[in-house]
């Protein structure tokens, strides 16, 4: 069929337009400004630019090295393209720009192998780039999901070894062209936590496995006592106390009393001392407790707000932080609730199951009166370790 003078320029008018619209879209898509590699201490992803207090929700901690390509630039922090439909934001301090990275279409993923050692199983892939990842728990079954952005599977066989005690299954799906998805699926319904990182260009997801001895006596428990030095905390409205000093009470009863049930007790600090967040996880990440407690007082613009709180970031997490609650409940404390996806930085590790514990209120007077009591205090710290004993019990 001969085409028309005039339809023939209207194909051609479309054909640019289209042309002009692809061009366009590449542009957005290739928009990369700056590449480079995480760096510093802890770095991590946001999904967006969130401005309440906690600020923009975390998505991931990422190991320094990785090849990240920056998109554009908002105030302190830069959006990342993870993938062609993924994006996060990464504060400036976490990026050392390299322009000599080569960027490639896609990047490969190679084989896997599964292994065990006494207390930890490993998740091997090998892939050809440091490449960017985040990962998430869900439970019933449980199970650990890590996206990897940028990867195209070339994986062509998985290794299994039956030195492997918690990783019960693992396999993988292509999402998304430049998505890969690793499925870990554990041998218990308690997620007792894993680490990502890169041991050269092989991505090692580490998976802690569930205590064989679930007494406390063979456990390692992190206490930490929230704030401290410079960083006081909240107030007390009618007695001016302040925070810091009075979770570091609690904390030291808390200790005594997992001691006393022969514990291994670690505390981030037992002093007035000023401890940043990044401190207190790389000080956390070093000592590889079995899990942490975190204790805290709570506050509220609106005096009627009282009683306790617990709070989790990962629903793998939770049922300490439910149990926890249940006994502090016992103490005439109403119930604040049980706080899940909670953006604070010492609940965003994925290393070891934590809960964080606020007491009570500051801000109210019924409450701000218990805090005072010293025999107050320490049934708090007796009924954490019921808590926990509770739990643990659920586990065996
Ligand atoms: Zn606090």
Not at 86 to 112: C, G, I, M, V
Not at 211 to 217: A, H, N, R, Y
Request: contains cysteine; charged residues 25%.
């Amino acid at each position: 069929m001969v085409l028309s003078y005039y339809t023939g320029m209207k194909k051609l008018s479309h054909l640019l337009v289209s042309l002009l619209v692809m061009q366009f879209l590449t542009a957005q898509h290739t928009g990369i400004f700056l590449k480079g590699r995480t760096a510093g201490p802890l770095p991590f992803l946001e999904y967006g630019l969130g401005e309440d207090r906690l600020g923009g929700a975390k998505m991931t901690f990422l190991d320094t090295n990785i090849f990240v390509k920056v998109n554009d630039s908002i105030n302190n922090k830069y959006k990342i393209e993870l993938s062609k439909n993924h994006f996060a934001f990464l504060p400036k301090e976490n990026f050392r720009a390299d322009s000599s990275l080569q960027l490639y279409p896609y990047y490969l993923t190679s084989n896997w192998k599964i292994y065990g050692d006494e207390k930890y199983d490993y998740v091997t892939i090998a892939l050809t780039e440091k490449l960017p990842y985040r990962s998430i728990q869900e439970i019933n079954p449980s199970r650990i999901v890590v996206d990897i952005f940028g990867a195209t599977s070339n994986s062509n066989w998985i290794i299994q070894l039956s030195t492997a005690k918690e990783v019960k299954n693992t396999w993988y799906e292509q999402i998304e062209d430049d998505v890969f998805r690793v499925f870990i699926e554990l041998n218990h319904p308690q997620h007792w936590g894993y680490s990502i990182y890169y041991e050269n260009n092989k991505l090692v997801i580490r998976v802690k496995q569930q205590p064989e001895d679930l007494s406390l006596s063979k456990l390692k428990i992190a206490v930490d006592a929230g704030h401290g030095g410079d960083n006081t905390g909240e107030s007390g409205h009618n007695s001016g106390i302040e925070e810091k000093n009075y979770t570091l009470k609690i904390a030291k009863e808390l200790q005594q009393a997992l001691i006393a049930e022969r514990a291994n007790v670690f505390m981030t600090r037992e002093k007035d001392t000023t401890l940043s967040m990044v401190e207190r996880i790389t000080m956390l990440r070093e000592e590889a407790p079995d899990f942490l407690v975190s204790i805290h007082l709570n506050s509220s613009d609106i005096e009627a707000d009282k009683g306790a709180s617990t709070y989790y970031r990962y629903i793998g997490f939770r049922p300490l932080s439910q149990f926890i609650l249940k006994r502090l409940e016992e103490l005439k404390l109403e119930e604040y609730g049980n706080v899940g996806g909670f953006n604070f930085g010492l609940s965003g590790p994925t290393d070891y199951p934590n809960c964080l514990v606020e007491v009570a209120f500051l801000s109210n007077k019924s409450d701000e009166r218990k805090i005072l009591d010293p025999g107050f205090r320490k049934v708090v710290a007796v009924k954490i370790v019921a808590g926990i004993k509770d739990w643990l019990q659920s586990l065996k």
